[in-house]
């Protein structure tokens, strides 16, 4: 058997089960992720963590026009110290981030998914005032990335298939 051969043969091999067990991608035509594109009302952000994640969640989800769906979030991030050194000076920190969601549908108010995500980044205190609040922030930015792809995920799972 030829080289191509095995590989057109492992790629049909691998594509079966995917099929046998009605996998239907999220982005496909009738997945998950067609129903909730332009179709999810976002709650107004009243921070700049929750700015940072609708931000995000519009990216993925794109805005409204008319909405089909609700989703109500209920955010929270702290930071705690993480790494101290022999003289009592903290020089990394850890923020941890939890999400609490419901999605619910516009017309009749059922819910359609609801559920906790969580996520932790952490940041280095080492440099200059300035460059530890930059990393601050950074870090911040970067929980609401980890805590928006962990939420489109779930959403996706729980509207599941059309």
Same mark, same amino acid.
């Given at each position: ?27 496909? &035509? %009738?997945? @998950?992720?067609?129903? !909730?594109?332009? #179709?999810?009302?976002?709650? $107004?952000?009243?921070?700049?963590? *929750? ?12 805005? &409204? %026009?008319? @909405?089909?769906?609700? !989703?109500?979030? #209920?955010?929270?991030?702290? $930071?705690?110290?993480?790494?101290? *050194? ?77």
């Amino acid at each position: 058997m030829s080289l191509s051969d095995r590989r057109k043969f492992l790629a049909l091999l691998a594509a079966t089960p995917l099929a046998a067990c009605g996998f239907t991608p999220v982005y496909g &035509p %009738g997945g @998950a992720g067609e129903r !909730l594109l332009n #179709k999810v009302e976002l709650p $107004e952000p009243n921070s700049r963590d *929750s700015y940072l994640l609708i931000r995000e969640l519009e990216q993925r989800l794109g805005r &409204p %026009g008319s @909405a089909d769906y609700k !989703l109500t979030l #209920k955010l929270k991030a702290t $930071e705690g110290k993480q790494a101290i *050194s022999s003289d009592d000076v903290t020089t990394r920190f850890h923020v941890l981030g939890r999400l609490d969601y419901v999605l619910t549908r516009t017309e009749d108010d059922s819910r359609v998914g609801a559920g906790t995500v969580t996520g932790f980044t952490s940041y280095s205190a080492t440099g200059t005032t300035a460059a530890t609040e930059s990393a601050r922030e950074d870090a911040h930015e970067r929980l609401m990335v980890i805590l928006t792809d962990s939420l489109t995920s779930r959403l996706f799972a729980d509207l599941g298939p059309a």
